[in-house]
């Protein structure tokens, strides 16, 4: 199975709140997990990534969780500021075989001042 | 640095007209990518190259897409005839070598086909 699917569809947090977006994925070859934001009529960056030998990273104000067993991983964002109002992306990637990187749906997150 | 350059921007056609979309990559990388990316879904890829070689055109529709890599640099993907179901936006990315290495897109074409 090649999906990955991302929850909620839309979200809207607070100013200063914290925004949090889930993925699930099947294909335990999957083995690169990176976040991509995207703003209108730009195309897709990567925020931040995680491999499954760790549980957690973060960066400034988003972390990535996780869970290896559960085969699902979490994008947080703290503290989140209206300047984090963008569509974000969960995507997965083998680094064996063909690599081909598979997005999740996509959450529209708005953050209200 | 300029990032990867995708022209035109927008594009509006009738149906079972041609059309065609240009991509340059970041200069240096080897990898270029082609995705489709419907509304409210995520990027879906179409092909990808390394260099001048189409090394994974398993999702291009070849009934009616069609892409080049001339010289390994930039890049066309065409659509003839167009369909309705065609319309969405047509994102590029390249990538320094290898598909493990971090992909940086374009702002992609809006395609609309009446």
């Known amino acids: 199975q090649q999906q990955v699917k991302q929850s909620p569809q839309s979200l809207i947090v607070q100013k200063g709140g914290i925004s949090i977006i889930n993925c699930a994925y099947e294909?335990?070859?999957?083995?690169?997990f990176p976040w991509y934001q995207q703003f209108p009529g730009k195309g897709p960056a990567l925020l931040i990534a995680i491999r499954p030998d760790v549980s957690e990273k973060k960066e400034g104000r988003f972390t990535i969780s996780f869970n290896k067993s559960a085969k699902q991983f979490s994008l947080h964002i703290m503290d989140s500021q209206p300047g984090d109002s963008a569509t974000y992306f969960c995507?997965?990637?083998?680094?064996?075989?063909?690599?081909?990187?598979?997005f999740g749906q996509g959450t529209r997150l708005t953050i209200n001042p | 640095e300029a990032g990867v350059v995708q022209s035109p921007r927008y594009k509006i056609i009738e149906k079972k007209q041609p059309v065609a979309f240009w991509c340059n990559p970041i200069?240096?990388?080897?990898?270029l990518y082609w995705y489709l990316q419907n509304l409210g879904q995520g990027p879906e890829l179409l092909i990808r190259?390394?260099?001048?070689?189409?090394?994974?055109d398993s999702q291009l529709p070849k009934d009616r897409f069609s892409a080049e890599r001339l010289k390994g640099v930039d890049s066309t993907l065409k659509i003839q005839p167009a369909e309705l179901g065609d319309s969405a936006v047509y994102l590029c990315?390249?990538?320094?070598?290898?598909?493990?290495?971090?992909?940086?897109f374009g702002p992609g074409t809006r395609l609309t086909v009446l």
């Open positions: 990315a390249s990538s320094l070598l290898a598909p493990g290495d971090e992909q940086f």
């Open positions: 995507a997965a990637r083998s680094l064996q075989g063909a690599q081909k990187l598979v």
């Open positions: 294909n335990t070859a999957f083995d690169y």
């Open positions: 190259y390394e260099n001048e070689e189409a090394v994974d």
């Open positions: 200069s240096g990388h080897n990898t």
